[in-house]
């Protein structure tokens, strides 16, 4: 049973048109995190919620946005996608008690004409 | 500062072989998590194994084991008889107890091809 889903698994955006991407859990954690991971190289985190507390970090463009309504729901907004934002984009979440392990969704590829 | 160095870019092993993915980390916390992930071509992430700083314990599972050596920094993956389907990137992992330090730190990844 999926515990981390994203939605949609593919996603193709024009050049400035923005673009939402979806991310929801049945897990209850308290932490949920937006990663990009481009070809070849290891996920770099863009951002984190616990509970409501938004973290951003320090290199995470302008551009990219998240909000998060509820525990389950997280949403990845990227206001004018350039053609550098074409990755996967990995959703996460773990709970909010120590170090555990994140569980991570199966991901949105986005690509960018 | 934290950091993860997976220095074997690819690997490619024949089915059946055994085969030693290497991760070597710094970090100036006395207590820290180390992190085991697959990530197959379909893309997830999947979590294989959490060890935490103070368990040096060896640790095997079916045909996995991880070997954790705190004087050498080190938390070596060993998959034992290796399969097609354990064809993927391997991510090795560390986070602190604190503050941005429990964020992941990956290192940049070992391609397993593994070929019948």
């Known amino acids: 049973d999926a515990m981390v889903i994203q939605n949609p698994r593919y996603q193709v955006t024009q050049f400035g048109k923005p673009v939402t991407l979806s991310c929801s859990q049945t897990?209850?954690?308290?932490?949920m995190y937006w990663y990009q991971q481009k070809s070849s190289q290891a996920p770099k985190l863009l951002f984190h919620?616990?509970?409501?507390?938004?973290?951003n970090e320090a290199d995470t463009p302008d551009n990219f946005q998240s909000r998060r309504p509820n525990t389950s729901f997280c949403f990845l907004d990227i206001r004018s996608p350039g053609l550098g934002d074409a990755a996967m984009y990995l959703c996460?979440?773990?709970?909010?008690?120590?170090?555990?392990?994140?569980?991570f969704g199966d991901g949105t590829r986005l690509s960018i004409l | 500062a934290q950091k993860v160095t997976q220095a074997q870019t690819e690997i490619s092993v024949v089915e059946k072989e055994d085969v030693t993915l290497d991760c070597v980390y710094e970090?100036?916390?006395?207590?820290?998590?180390l992190f085991w992930y697959k990530q197959p071509p379909s893309g997830e992430l999947v979590f294989l194994i959490r060890?935490?700083?103070?368990?040096?314990q060896n640790e095997i599972s079916g045909r996995y084991s991880w070997n954790f050596q705190k004087s050498t920094s080190s938390f070596n993956f060993t998959i034992t008889a290796s399969q097609v389907v354990d064809s993927a990137v391997y991510f090795c992992?560390?986070?602190?107890?604190?503050?941005?330090?429990?964020?992941?730190?990956f290192g940049s990844g070992t391609q397993l091809t593994v070929l019948p």
């Open positions: 970090t100036r916390d006395t207590t820290y998590y």
């Open positions: 992992a560390l986070s602190g107890l604190s503050g941005s330090a429990r964020q992941l730190t």
């Open positions: 996460a979440t773990r709970s909010g008690a120590g170090n555990q392990p994140q569980h």
């Open positions: 897990l209850n954690h308290n932490v």
């Open positions: 060890r935490n700083s103070f368990d040096e």
């Open positions: 919620y616990y509970d409501k507390d938004f973290n």
